[in-house]
């Protein structure tokens, strides 16, 4: 009787191992075509627009990088914005910024560079009174080698600085 129990035993605990085994298997068979599911579904999903998170993240990261370059810009330029022309007839600086004017600039020609200096005096009204910020900005430019006159033609307008070169 004894033999009876333990071969019972035995062949109950390899059912239960076969048992537990064929349910683990088709428990991890479902999860196979789920998964594979979602994979062709994510294919399925690129092949109809491939760069839309290319692009997204492109285009967010070009927009970080150029807004930090245009504020680190303006910081060192005192918010003054630099704009350089070059045609066969002239050679033209353009700065644009608040409170400019033609007395407010100096320059310096010496062996092919111009050197730019503005100090800027910029009154505003607070609660407290009337507060003054003086701007002081400098820069440096190559002028091209076939400027003829090598005394430029300076413009001003409301805010803003023309200084060109006439060339050949």
Same mark, same amino acid.
């Given at each position: 009787m004894k033999k009876t129990y333990l071969t019972h035993f035995v062949a109950f605990c390899f059912g239960a191992i076969v048992a537990y085994t064929l349910i683990d298997m088709a428990d991890n068979r479902d999860r196979d075509r789920q998964l594979e599911k979602r994979r062709l579904r994510a294919i399925q999903r690129k092949d109809r627009d491939p760069n839309r998170n290319k692009d997204l993240l492109a285009k967010s990261i070009d927009g970080i990088f150029h807004n930090a370059v245009q504020g680190m810009q303006k910081s060192l330029t005192g918010g003054v914005e630099i704009e350089e022309f070059e045609t066969d007839k002239y050679y033209r600086i353009v700065l644009i910024?608040?409170?400019?004017?033609?007395?407010?600039?100096?320059? $310096?020609? $010496? /062996?092919?560079?111009?050197?730019? %200096?503005?100090?800027?005096?910029?009154?505003? /009204?607070?609660?407290?009174?009337?507060?003054? %910020?003086?701007?002081?900005?400098?820069?440096?430019?190559?002028?091209?080698? @076939?400027?003829? $006159?090598?005394?430029?033609?300076? /413009?001003?307008?409301? @805010?803003?600085?023309?200084?060109?070169?006439? %060339?050949?």
């Amino acid at each position: 009787m004894k033999k009876t129990y333990l071969t019972h035993f035995v062949a109950f605990c390899f059912g239960a191992i076969v048992a537990y085994t064929l349910i683990d298997m088709a428990d991890n068979r479902d999860r196979d075509r789920q998964l594979e599911k979602r994979r062709l579904r994510a294919i399925q999903r690129k092949d109809r627009d491939p760069n839309r998170n290319k692009d997204l993240l492109a285009k967010s990261i070009d927009g970080i990088f150029h807004n930090a370059v245009q504020g680190m810009q303006k910081s060192l330029t005192g918010g003054v914005e630099i704009e350089e022309f070059e045609t066969d007839k002239y050679y033209r600086i353009v700065l644009i910024g608040d409170g400019l004017t033609e007395e407010s600039l100096s320059f $310096n020609i $010496n /062996k092919g560079m111009l050197l730019l %200096k503005l100090n800027v005096v910029k009154q505003e /009204k607070t609660s407290f009174g009337v507060s003054e %910020k003086v701007l002081k900005f400098a820069r440096s430019f190559y002028i091209p080698k @076939n400027v003829t $006159n090598p005394v430029p033609k300076v /413009k001003s307008t409301e @805010n803003k600085i023309e200084i060109e070169f006439s %060339k050949e």
